[in-house]
């Protein structure tokens, strides 16, 4: 079975600073990998998904993730935090046909301090 | 509005009552999802249904049983209420029309239970 494991969960971060959050999964074939980010009181929102081709994508709210096959990572990054990318985020991995039954991590909580 | 929408947004109750969890979306997808939220767990499945005739067994059933009554439609029912089922639910829903590269899940708010 798979598993996504996300090393930190708590990052405090300056703002205007550069971010970097872990994730490493583990998943016998290719995976499809996921981060998704949690405000506050809301559901989840998809920042960005790899699925196949260039390993560096790019997502919403000027983040990027690269895919790193030998090092079974898909960490997430942000040149430049904005104070309201406070927020939990967390790393997903699914597979062919699973339609969605992602396994995610468990979580990142990311402060922004002003 | 919300294009999914789960009711009610917190719940308290007490051990052993039935609780049901509902959602409801107006995307007119045929996937929609049940996810459980604790903390330092991350999120975990608890059922899924690919269409109104498929429900299927998530990593964490045990406790739990789903009606999905309509496409729009997806309830998540606690026969007899536990403490260790005090959570954050999440309800969503997903599109595979798109091709597997375009489909992602679509979240509603959740529901903040509270088992006493």
């Known amino acids: 079975a798979q598993s996504v494991t996300q090393p930190d969960i708590h990052i405090t971060v300056s703002e205007g600073a550069s971010l970097e959050l872990r994730c490493n999964y583990s998943y016998g074939a290719t995976p499809y990998l996921f981060w998704y980010v949690q405000s506050p009181g809301q559901g989840l929102q998809l920042l960005l998904k790899y699925f196949s081709g260039d390993t560096l994508v790019q997502g919403i709210k000027g983040f990027e993730a690269e895919f790193k096959r030998s090092q079974s990572s898909f960490n997430l990054r942000k040149p430049s935090v904005h104070w309201s990318d406070a927020a939990e985020y967390f790393c997903a991995v699914g597979f062919t046909g699973g339609g969605n039954k992602l396994t995610f991590g468990t979580g990142t909580q990311l402060k922004v301090e002003l | 509005d919300a294009d999914v929408t789960q009711t009610p947004r917190n719940r308290i109750t007490k051990t052993g009552k039935r609780i049901m969890l509902e959602c409801s979306q107006t995307?007119?997808?045929?996937?929609m999802y049940w996810y459980r939220q604790d903390p330092g767990l991350g999120l975990r499945l608890i059922y899924y249904s690919f269409d109104v005739k498929d429900i299927n067994k998530g990593e964490i059933s045990d406790g739990y049983s789903v009606s999905r009554q309509a496409q729009a439609k997806f309830s998540l029912s606690l026969e007899s209420a536990i403490p260790n089922q005090t959570a954050l639910y999440f309800c969503?829903?997903?599109?595979?029309?798109?091709?597997?590269?375009?489909?992602?899940?679509?979240f509603g708010s959740g529901t903040q239970l509270s088992v006493l």
């Open positions: 969503a829903t997903s599109d595979p029309g798109q091709g597997l590269s375009n489909e992602k899940l679509f």
């Open positions: 995307k007119g997808h045929d996937r």
